[in-house]
């Protein structure tokens, strides 16, 4: 089967972004790797020069970007595909990229929640947490399993950090409607929001 390169354009200084059989596949080369694999807009490519590109320049080069990505910190696997389509590599390059880092047991969203649960419970609350993470393409089954390892002595714990930071000579009076609304915003529950309350109550 043949692929007709429909179109050739301009990237960046460096790189051309190569369209296939009219936006069915895209990807980038370099402008070297272009001359040197003499690809011409409106001439073809055959599957087994596709699947050349594909093994030797694109899933070499999407394994170092996304190892570089996760370099100082763990990701999702939401945001590890995010990446990759960012740098316009194509949907069956991310799928074996994908595999590549389960291999190595890579990119384990189970893992990843726990560890940031563990890290935030005690100074965030469950509700600011559960945000977080839902913001990085977790599902709503992972979170609300993850979630249970946050305990109301996690939440009374972290309300009164909130509060200490806000008003570390105590809540008098006249603060007390402040403090309760910006504990709200922040997703306490009442108990949490009383208890922190309660315990950094200025001496009247």
Do not use: C, W
């Not at 389509?85 to 047991?105: A, H, N, V």
């Not at 469950?126 to 839902?134: P, T, V």
């Not at 909130?162 to 402040?178: M, V």
């Amino acid at each position: 089967m043949a692929h007709i390169i429909t179109k050739l354009e301009n990237f960046d200084n460096k790189r051309t972004k190569v369209t296939l059989d009219y936006s069915e596949v895209t990807f980038l080369l370099y402008k070297a790797e272009i001359r040197s694999l003499k690809i011409n807009e409106g001439e073809a490519l055959t599957d087994e020069e596709l699947g050349r590109i594909n093994d030797e320049i694109l899933l070499p080069r999407a394994k170092k970007r996304v190892l570089y990505f996760m370099k100082n910190a763990d990701k999702t696997r939401y945001q590890i595909r995010k990446k990759l389509r960012e740098g316009l590599y194509p949907e069956e390059i991310i799928e074996r990229t994908m595999e590549f880092l389960d291999k190595y047991g890579f990119a384990d969203d189970e893992q990843y929640a726990e560890n940031y649960i563990e890290e935030l419970k005690g100074s965030r609350s469950r509700r600011e947490i559960e945000a977080k993470l839902r913001s990085k393409g977790l599902s709503s089954q992972m979170l609300k399993e993850s979630l249970t390892n946050v305990t109301a002595e996690d939440e009374y714990a972290a309300a009164e950090k909130a509060l200490s930071r806000k008003y570390p000579q105590g809540i008098a009076a006249e603060d007390k409607n402040k403090a309760y609304g910006f504990l709200m915003r922040k997703g306490y529950s009442y108990d949490s929001i009383e208890h922190a309350m309660n315990i950094l109550k200025a001496d009247s």
